[in-house]
């Protein structure tokens, strides 16, 4: 049975509960050992018979290994390196993790953001309007799922909580050339006006107008 190890390529300083999202910084990583290659992308490739505990680790001959299995960060450390990117002001870090084709939802925005390029002008006009004293703080994340991962956050100013930002994320992701890249994201961002009760009574009023009227639902 192959032993395949677990290799961290994000590390974050924590702060109180929360992880402040740094640089993207490598921790610990293996030395090459008989059977493993490394290539681009952080990615280990392991060939099959090449475990810690298997015999073909030592063996010169290798014509019979014809099969490799590959193991990328986790989708948690994705998104980490993303709010770290974000941090930094780094396009080209940012890039690295959306697919060409992601579709990205702003609830803020009436229309998504579609395709890789479209994504980064959106990211890039946000980093040129806002000071790099504006740090995403990560709350939450989930890490059990390494196709999906929700996160939930708050933007701080030098240390101190920014009013109107706390945020919920959610991130799909699929394996492209060997990286681990976001294909659909969709942020949710703390209202700076807040209805309140005011707004159960709008939901209730139009679900009693589509009730009476079901034909407007047509327009919705």
């Given at each position: 049975m192959l032993s395949l190890p677990t290799i961290s390529w994000c590390a974050?300083?924590?702060?109180?509960?929360?992880?402040?999202?740094?640089?993207?910084?490598?921790?610990?990583?293996?030395?090459?050992k008989a059977g493993y290659s490394r290539i681009s992308g952080g990615v280990l490739v392991l060939s099959r018979g090449t475990g810690f505990n298997s015999p073909a680790a030592n063996s010169a001959d290798s014509s019979s290994v014809n099969t490799t299995l590959v193991e990328t960060e986790s989708a948690a450390d994705t998104v980490k390196r993303f709010y770290a990117g974000f941090n930094d002001r780094d396009l080209a870090a940012l890039e690295d993790v959306i697919s060409q084709d992601c579709t990205y939802e702003d609830l803020v925005f009436p229309q998504p953001f579609v395709g890789r390029k479209a994504i980064l002008d959106f990211f890039k006009k946000f980093m040129d309007l806002t000071s790099r004293e504006l740090q995403f703080v990560i709350d939450d994340i989930s890490e059990k799922d390494e196709s999906a991962v929700g996160v939930t956050w708050h933007l701080e100013w030098r240390g101190k909580a920014f009013p109107f930002s706390k945020g919920c994320s959610f991130y799909r992701f699929s394996v492209i050339d060997g990286h681990r890249q976001i294909i659909y994201g969709r942020d949710s961002v703390e209202p700076t006006v807040k209805p309140g009760d005011a707004a159960l009574f709008a939901i209730g009023a139009i679900t009693r107008l589509l009730e009476n009227f079901p034909s407007l639902a047509d327009l919705l």
């Open positions: 974050l300083p924590l702060k109180s509960s929360a992880a402040v999202v740094g640089a993207a910084v490598p921790v610990n990583p293996l030395l090459p």
